[in-house]
């Protein structure tokens, strides 16, 4: 199975700072990955495909770049609706796994 | 507008059974694939199964198979988890999910449902 690592765990940003999240697979998945945000009692929302295409209506704050194994999730001017939890996720062969999950909190 | 909704969740002990269903909406069910999400209490995301377009390629994580079933009814615009020998562990919110379309390889989730609640207990 790929094993996907997320890094950090959580962390404590402002309104306006730009937040990385990193994911690392443990064998290559070309650039099959996904990243989702969620929040408490929700659906996760998908934000990120191949590993750098933006979803429909997803603000262009968020960006993805990546290939192979390391792949990053960048969002930049923070806004008060994009504190939530991250999840990475690759697609590249069965069984499908994710990553751990990246909490951002209002520093 | 895409819709999946959950439904048939609830409180089943060690061992019970129970039946999930995920009934879809706005868009022609029968050219995508579908997946099976759940999240534990508190927990991340976990990957559970996966149904191509005709139901004819399924796929399950160690840790339910065996014991969990995928299936769908493309006339019922429906996808369904028969869940057996369930264990306590296997409390968690379950969620469907839809592909882009449908293909030999792996795709990522484009639409997700709200999730129905199974507690084994």
């Known amino acids: 199975d790929i094993q996907m690592t997320q890094s950090p765990s959580s962390l404590s940003a402002s309104v306006g700072d730009t937040v990385t999240i990193t994911c690392r697979a443990s064998q290559g998945i070309s650039n099959s990955l996904a990243w989702f945000q969620q929040k408490p009692g929700k659906a996760p929302k998908p934000l990120i495909y191949a590993a750098s295409t933006l979803e429909s209506g997803v603000s262009p704050n968020f960006s993805g770049s990546g290939s192979v194994t390391d792949f990053t999730l960048t969002i930049s001017s923070l806004q008060p609706e994009d504190f939530a939890t991250y999840y990475c996720?690759?697609?590249?062969?069965?069984?499908?796994?994710f990553g751990g999950g990246t909490k951002v909190e209002i520093k | 507008e895409v819709q999946l909704v959950e439904s048939g969740g609830g409180l089943v002990q060690p061992g019970g059974s129970l039946r999930l269903s995920c009934a879809a909406s706005g868009f022609t069910f029968r050219s995508y694939d579908l997946h099976w999400v759940r999240q534990a209490p508190g927990k991340g995301l976990e990957w559970v199964s996966h149904s191509s377009a005709t139901g004819s390629t399924v796929h399950y994580a160690e840790s339910v198979k065996g014991r969990f079933t995928v299936s769908r009814d493309n006339a019922k615009n429906s996808v369904y988890l028969q869940m057996n020998s369930l264990r306590v562990e296997d409390t968690a919110v379950y969620f469907c999910a839809r592909t882009p379309g449908t293909g030999y390889y792996p795709q990522n989730f484009q639409h997700w449902g709200q999730g129905t609640l199974v507690t084994v207990s």
């Open positions: 996720q690759q697609y590249n062969s069965y069984p499908l796994t």
